[in-house]
């Protein structure tokens, strides 16, 4: 029996061997390829010769070759230890066509589909593009658009592929119902969405078009109106987007729970780092006890947690926030938990979307570098720097987790914007003539970050030319190196002379720290004034060339969050120039600016500005008029450039003195999308003094002007578009007024 059993196992193994060696791939056969070459596909079906066949495997061939989406067909058999693969490769597509698409042009579609010219045609991708289009079509409210793909066979196994696209009517939103509402109003909750119902004042608009995307956009918003006015357990219990029969018109209910209402409780601040004392955290925290409950103050707190531990030198923090039911009944008790978080350090610093501008006028933007431990703080200041550049429509930092759990890279993805303008432009302003425009510049030249510029301006009454040349980094330092030439050439029609101006200058500016600049200049520039034969007395006295020669400095602190869109912080600058070194005029001039923004509100940003400066002559001399200062169009709002302050005869000469003052904040109008500032202002200011006697007598009583306005920026296609609408409030008789002032097309 023993015997027996053993001959039993011997002859299952040599059958076993037997079997296995009947179906070992000796030889693998490939037909039917054109463009692939046969070990490529043998590569794809991821089999080897000496491998045992079976059903299993046959299987596992076939669905890694279909897989790759390159054919059509695939037959697989085995026979005589020969493993056959017949394919049929898929067509290359010859021509992506659009047919019957008149509301989303060819170029949108072509952005959403993956399968182009010349790429290898795919049903699978075909749905996934076909997906993708129709997506764009119920965005933009064409919710029954029907799409459907033809395929024209051509020679050599190519394709034409033609997308037959029946584009629905825009689906609206007819009807809008709130239920389970009792603190708001079923008006106000409306307010809150971007959908809206239709009517007949709102054929102009796309608020009434239906499209779910948005739709869940306005439950966010509802959801954080409730949660920001006390009812943290807010919820949608149903949300319906039903057809109206026989309409193309939606109908959207949408059953809320508000829950009860509640207040902040006990706030309780835990600090386990050295420099952050708790005490002093509740005390500037903006959530207080007893006040309703805020979730966007608590997350507010948090944030200004964030930037207070940075201040204080701990990049990698963590904050724990626990909500707890308080001890009074409708109260939520908030425990914060400071602690130090794991250290995290940057890996690699990658830059994409540069298609223009080189890599190293990005990276020296960006505060961090490989090795750094990673900051919050460097890397807004970093991309706040990058938008600085205005290189750039659009800038993004992002943190890209790696495989070592301490390191992360630092992905920062830029849209190229025009930086360079080959311009034949008009221009039009209301304080001055109409004017033709001719110039070239480069902001970004050679995408070095260099700027180039070359102005001419022509007029009835003037002709000016504007050439300088800036160079950033010069030795790939910070150290920016700017020259420039000009010459204006004024004939003002309400006075009795001309002026000529011809001169250049040289400058160079470098951080002394992070926070400090310095700059050094030196120009030199000849003021030419003919008075014309019927000039008055002390218009012939202002007749004469005066040659000056100068040298300064400016001084400037920058102690902002933020040099793109500031919101904190103040920046102050400091020049003083003397002339004298050389030339005929003998004079020094001190100017001074200050700049100081504070947050008011999430919405509002407040700003108070102030400018002042004196110039007086030395050895004897007097300042030539070409140098005194001037207030008015955008400095000093409301009045005519240069046309206020000391005046002889028709001329104002400008002052030996002045000061500027301004109050604004920011009207959140919310259209940051079309890159428009409009500002609310107040502005105080004068300009006086002229101490040459042989002026004669003058009007210089030292006035304060203000006004009270609306400043609009656009910074359009066409170009810059600046409207200020003023109110003056205090102005002097011989001043000249100008409410509404503004630039436009300065080119295109």
Same mark, same amino acid.
């Given at each position: 029996m023993k015997s027996f059993f053993l001959f039993f196992l011997f002859y299952l193994f040599l059958s076993s061997n037997l079997f296995a060696s009947e179906n070992v791939i000796d030889s693998i056969r490939v037909d039917g390829t054109q463009r692939i070459d046969n070990e490529t596909v043998i590569s794809y079906a991821n089999i080897s010769k000496g491998d045992v066949y079976s059903?299993?495997?046959?299987?596992?061939?076939?669905?890694?070759?279909?897989?790759?989406?390159?054919?059509?067909?695939?037959?697989?058999?085995?026979?005589?230890?020969?493993?056959?693969?017949?394919?049929?490769?898929?067509?290359?597509?010859?021509?992506?066509?659009?047919?019957?698409?008149?509301?989303?042009?060819?170029?949108?579609?072509?952005?959403?589909?993956?399968?182009?010219?010349?790429?290898?045609?795919?049903?699978?991708?075909?749905?996934?593009?076909?997906?993708?289009?129709l997506t764009l079509y119920q965005r933009a409210g064409r919710l029954s658009t029907e799409i459907n793909p033809k395929l024209e066979m051509l020679d050599n196994n190519r394709v034409n592929l033609t997308y037959e696209i029946t584009e629905s009517d825009i689906a609206k939103v007819s009807n809008i119902i709130i239920l389970g509402n009792s603190v708001f109003s079923k008006n106000k909750i409306k307010s809150l969405m971007r959908t809206k119902e239709k009517t007949l004042l709102r054929f102009l608009s796309s608020s009434d078009n239906y499209d779910p995307d948005k739709l869940?956009?306005?439950?966010?918003?509802?959801?954080?109106?409730?949660?920001?006015?006390?009812y943290p357990d807010f919820n949608f219990t149903s949300s319906i987007a039903q057809l109206k029969a026989n309409t193309n018109n939606f109908e959207? $209910? #949408?059953? &809320?729970?508000? @829950?009860?209402? =509640? *207040?902040?409780?006990?706030?309780?601040?835990?600090?386990?780092?050295? /420099?952050?004392?708790?005490?002093?955290?509740?005390? $500037? #925290?903006? &959530?207080?006890? @007893?006040?309703? =409950? *805020?979730?966007?103050?608590?997350?507010?707190?948090?944030?200004?947690? /964030?930037?207070?531990?940075?201040?204080?030198?701990?990049?990698?923090?963590?904050?724990?926030?626990?909500?707890?039911?308080?001890?009074e009944v409708n109260t939520v008790d908030i425990n914060l938990i400071i602690n130090e978080g794991p250290r995290v350090y940057v890996n690699k610093v990658n830059i994409s979307g540069n298609t223009r501008t080189v890599d190293k006028v990005i990276r020296r933007e960006i505060a961090l570098t490989e090795g750094d431990p990673y900051n919050k703080f460097s890397i807004n200041y970093s991309k706040d720097s990058i938008r600085a550049l205005n290189f750039f429509n659009e800038v993004e930092i992002n943190e890209v987790r790696t495989d070592f759990t301490d390191k992360i890279n630092l992905e920062v993805n830029v849209e190229e914007k025009n930086t360079g303008e080959a311009s034949i432009g008009a221009g039009y302003s209301s304080s001055a003539d109409a004017s033709l425009n001719l110039g070239l510049r480069e902001n970004n030249f050679l995408g070095k970050g260099q700027k180039v510029k070359f102005d001419t301006s022509f007029s009835n009454r003037r002709t000016a030319y504007d050439i300088s040349i800036t160079e950033p980094y010069f030795n790939n330092k910070p150290l920016s190196l700017t020259s420039n030439i000009y010459s204006n050439f004024t004939d003002p029609a309400n006075v009795n002379y001309e002026t000529e101006d011809l001169g250049f200058g040289l400058s160079s500016s470098f951080p002394l720290a992070p926070d400090r600049y310095l700059e050094l200049r030196y120009s030199l520039f000849t003021s030419k004034i003919k008075a014309n034969s019927n000039a008055t007395a002390y218009e012939n006295a202002l007749s004469g060339t005066d040659t000056v020669s100068s040298l300064g400095y400016s001084l400037s602190f920058d102690r902002r969050n933020s040099r793109y869109k500031p919101s904190n912080g103040f920046n102050f600058k400091l020049s003083q120039d003397l002339a004298g070194l050389g030339g005929d005029s003998y004079f020094y001039r001190n100017n001074f600016e200050f700049n100081y923004y504070k947050r008011l509100s999430k919405r509002f940003i407040g700003a108070y500005k102030l400018q002042g400066g004196n110039i007086n002559g030395y050895n004897d001399k007097y300042s030539p008029l070409s140098s005194n200062f001037k207030l008015g169009g955008k400095k000093l709002r409301g009045f005519k450039s240069g046309k206020i302050g000391p005046k002889l005869g028709n001329s104002y000469t400008?002052?030996?003195?002045?000061?500027?003052?301004?109050?604004?904040?920011?009207?959140?109008?919310?259209?940051?999308?079309?890159?428009?500032?409009?500002?609310?202002?107040?502005?105080?200011?004068?300009?006086?003094?002229?101490?040459?006697?042989?002026?004669?007598?003058?009007?210089?009583?030292?006035?304060?002007?203000?006004?009270?306005?609306?400043?609009?920026?656009?910074?359009?296609?066409?170009?810059?578009?600046?409207?200020?609408?003023?109110?003056?409030?205090?102005?002097?008789?011989?001043?000249?007024?100008?409410?509404?002032?503004?630039?436009?097309?300065?080119?295109?």
């Amino acid at each position: 029996m023993k015997s027996f059993f053993l001959f039993f196992l011997f002859y299952l193994f040599l059958s076993s061997n037997l079997f296995a060696s009947e179906n070992v791939i000796d030889s693998i056969r490939v037909d039917g390829t054109q463009r692939i070459d046969n070990e490529t596909v043998i590569s794809y079906a991821n089999i080897s010769k000496g491998d045992v066949y079976s059903e299993e495997i046959g299987n596992n061939v076939l669905k890694s070759l279909f897989e790759t989406n390159l054919f059509s067909n695939i037959q697989i058999s085995f026979k005589e230890n020969i493993l056959n693969i017949k394919i049929q490769e898929n067509p290359t597509i010859n021509l992506v066509k659009f047919s019957g698409n008149s509301k989303i042009n060819d170029e949108d579609l072509v952005i959403e589909i993956a399968l182009k010219e010349r790429s290898v045609y795919s049903r699978s991708k075909v749905k996934k593009d076909i997906e993708k289009m129709l997506t764009l079509y119920q965005r933009a409210g064409r919710l029954s658009t029907e799409i459907n793909p033809k395929l024209e066979m051509l020679d050599n196994n190519r394709v034409n592929l033609t997308y037959e696209i029946t584009e629905s009517d825009i689906a609206k939103v007819s009807n809008i119902i709130i239920l389970g509402n009792s603190v708001f109003s079923k008006n106000k909750i409306k307010s809150l969405m971007r959908t809206k119902e239709k009517t007949l004042l709102r054929f102009l608009s796309s608020s009434d078009n239906y499209d779910p995307d948005k739709l869940e956009y306005d439950k966010q918003l509802i959801t954080e109106f409730y949660n920001n006015n006390g009812y943290p357990d807010f919820n949608f219990t149903s949300s319906i987007a039903q057809l109206k029969a026989n309409t193309n018109n939606f109908e959207i $209910i #949408l059953n &809320i729970n508000e @829950g009860d209402k =509640f *207040n902040f409780g006990v706030i309780d601040v835990e600090s386990k780092l050295k /420099k952050i004392d708790p005490q002093y955290v509740k005390a $500037i #925290l903006p &959530i207080k006890q @007893g006040n309703i =409950f *805020n979730r966007s103050l608590l997350q507010d707190s948090i944030e200004q947690l /964030k930037e207070l531990a940075q201040l204080q030198g701990y990049s990698f923090i963590e904050i724990d926030t626990n909500l707890l039911d308080g001890n009074e009944v409708n109260t939520v008790d908030i425990n914060l938990i400071i602690n130090e978080g794991p250290r995290v350090y940057v890996n690699k610093v990658n830059i994409s979307g540069n298609t223009r501008t080189v890599d190293k006028v990005i990276r020296r933007e960006i505060a961090l570098t490989e090795g750094d431990p990673y900051n919050k703080f460097s890397i807004n200041y970093s991309k706040d720097s990058i938008r600085a550049l205005n290189f750039f429509n659009e800038v993004e930092i992002n943190e890209v987790r790696t495989d070592f759990t301490d390191k992360i890279n630092l992905e920062v993805n830029v849209e190229e914007k025009n930086t360079g303008e080959a311009s034949i432009g008009a221009g039009y302003s209301s304080s001055a003539d109409a004017s033709l425009n001719l110039g070239l510049r480069e902001n970004n030249f050679l995408g070095k970050g260099q700027k180039v510029k070359f102005d001419t301006s022509f007029s009835n009454r003037r002709t000016a030319y504007d050439i300088s040349i800036t160079e950033p980094y010069f030795n790939n330092k910070p150290l920016s190196l700017t020259s420039n030439i000009y010459s204006n050439f004024t004939d003002p029609a309400n006075v009795n002379y001309e002026t000529e101006d011809l001169g250049f200058g040289l400058s160079s500016s470098f951080p002394l720290a992070p926070d400090r600049y310095l700059e050094l200049r030196y120009s030199l520039f000849t003021s030419k004034i003919k008075a014309n034969s019927n000039a008055t007395a002390y218009e012939n006295a202002l007749s004469g060339t005066d040659t000056v020669s100068s040298l300064g400095y400016s001084l400037s602190f920058d102690r902002r969050n933020s040099r793109y869109k500031p919101s904190n912080g103040f920046n102050f600058k400091l020049s003083q120039d003397l002339a004298g070194l050389g030339g005929d005029s003998y004079f020094y001039r001190n100017n001074f600016e200050f700049n100081y923004y504070k947050r008011l509100s999430k919405r509002f940003i407040g700003a108070y500005k102030l400018q002042g400066g004196n110039i007086n002559g030395y050895n004897d001399k007097y300042s030539p008029l070409s140098s005194n200062f001037k207030l008015g169009g955008k400095k000093l709002r409301g009045f005519k450039s240069g046309k206020i302050g000391p005046k002889l005869g028709n001329s104002y000469t400008g002052g030996q003195y002045f000061y500027l003052t301004s109050l604004e904040t920011n009207i959140d109008l919310n259209i940051d999308a079309f890159d428009i500032t409009t500002t609310a202002f107040i502005d105080v200011g004068s300009v006086w003094g002229l101490e040459n006697p042989a002026y004669g007598s003058i009007d210089d009583k030292h006035e304060a002007r203000s006004s009270i306005g609306v400043n609009f920026n656009w910074d359009s296609a066409i170009g810059p578009i600046n409207i200020i609408y003023a109110n003056i409030i205090n102005s002097n008789t011989n001043d000249t007024t100008d409410n509404l002032y503004f630039d436009i097309g300065y080119n295109f």
